[in-house]
């Protein structure tokens, strides 16, 4: 089975203090493991971290100390070992606006994926933007490929750069706080939306929220940071129903009513059962 897996990251940050320079550990010991056809969640207030692992495993950040594997190999710094790491493991943003640009139409942002990682060529990649488009559930897709970002809706947009993520053939996606963005009526669908790849592309999804209600909802294991470390990980089931550690005690209390939680498990249940039918 394929897995993408962090041990003991770390990342030291230099900061200025006035005159004084120092380092500040933003991610601190941090490991886990994420299986094709699984999704983790890592929850945590502003400033734990969660961002920083994101990247670190995007590759936009090196790591201090630590290793990232992929199907159990290092993925080095160079060649292939390291192209095959970048088609695979792919990262959605917080703010899909910021991460599409306004003059391009949305045939642009997913063409250039499939060409320059060689999916598609020629002939191939109209209808491979097309099945793109598909399974983000944007039809019929002539009319989304034509549209430019702002056209869209945010939701709408979400699901662009999912698509995008997916274009190089993606197994593994990691998703920084994917729908925080987002109208709150439009959030479930989107969410939903990732659940669906992971149980019928079998990816692999981190997915990176302030939220333990979702967090518990679409993920298998759940990551509690604290200013860098992680103070507890588990069974999504067992951290929420028996947290261990007063932190994740907190977050629960602050979490909204445990009646919304049932309310929104039997809205994605219905919605699951009904793309499964
Ligand atoms: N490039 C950087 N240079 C210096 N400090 C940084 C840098 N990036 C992040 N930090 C610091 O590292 C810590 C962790 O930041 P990070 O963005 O990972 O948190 P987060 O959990 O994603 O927070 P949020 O929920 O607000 O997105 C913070 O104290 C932040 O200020
Ligand atoms: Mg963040």
Redesign the pocket.
Known sequence: MSTLEVRHLVKD?R?RDGLRRGT?R?VDDVSFTLAAGRTVAVV?E???????VARMIAQLETPTAGEILLDGEPIGRRGRALARYRNQVQMVFQDPFASLNPYHPVSYHLERPLRIHGVARGKEVTPAVHRLLRSVELDPPEVFAAKRPHEMSGGQRQRIAIARALAPGARFLVADEPVSMLDVSIRLGVLSLLARLQREENLGVLYIT?DLATARHFSDEIVVMLRGDVVEQGPSDQVILDPQHDYTKTLLAAAPDPSRHGRLRDEVRAELAAQAS
Do not use: D, E, Q
């Open positions: 940050f900061v500040l933003a945590g502003s400033g734990s971290g969660k961002s920083t302030h």
